[in-house]
Nanobody
Framework: QVELAESGGGSAQAGGSLRLSCVASGSAYSSQCMGWFRQDPGKEREAVAHISVVSGSTFYADSVKGRFTLSLDNAANTLNLEMNTLKVQDTAIYYC????????????????????WGKGTPVTVSS
């Protein structure tokens, strides 16, 4: 069992930066595919970025590639998302998610493929 708790987020100006963190509790952390989704009201939840805790391999959505960076602090069971050069379009609720590592290895980042979710943290980017 994995429980996820997000922190960070908040408000920023376009062009600015924010950092999200997700702490995972439970013994399964080291075998997980972990990542971030975001969702605007009325829209589908979309995959933003994922990382294999096992191999360190990463996936980034085209919309954030080159601006967002994932990192792991394995000693603290923590996934970080550094968000730079923020755009108004990045405004959303951001959710941390986890699934068994084969999801990362197979590139399956569908929201309904994730087993565990955090409660979400809001990010608002203003122009």
């Amino acid at each position: 069992q994995v429980e996820l708790a997000e922190s960070g987020g908040g408000s920023a100006q376009a062009g600015g930066s924010l950092r999200l963190s997700c702490v995972a509790s439970g013994s399964a952390y080291s075998s997980q595919c972990m990542g971030w989704f975001r969702q605007d009201p009325g829209k589908e939840r979309e995959a933003v970025a994922h990382i294999s805790v096992v191999s360190g391999s990463t996936f980034y959505a085209d919309s954030v590639k080159g601006r967002f960076t994932l990192s792991l602090d394995n000693a603290a069971n923590t996934l970080n998302l550094e968000m730079n050069t923020l755009k108004v379009q990045d405004t959303a609720i951001y959710y941390c998610a986890a699934a068994p590592d084969f999801r990362c290895q197979s590139g399956d980042f569908r929201a309904d493929a994730m087993d565990h979710w955090g409660k979400g943290t809001p990010v608002t980017v203003s122009s």
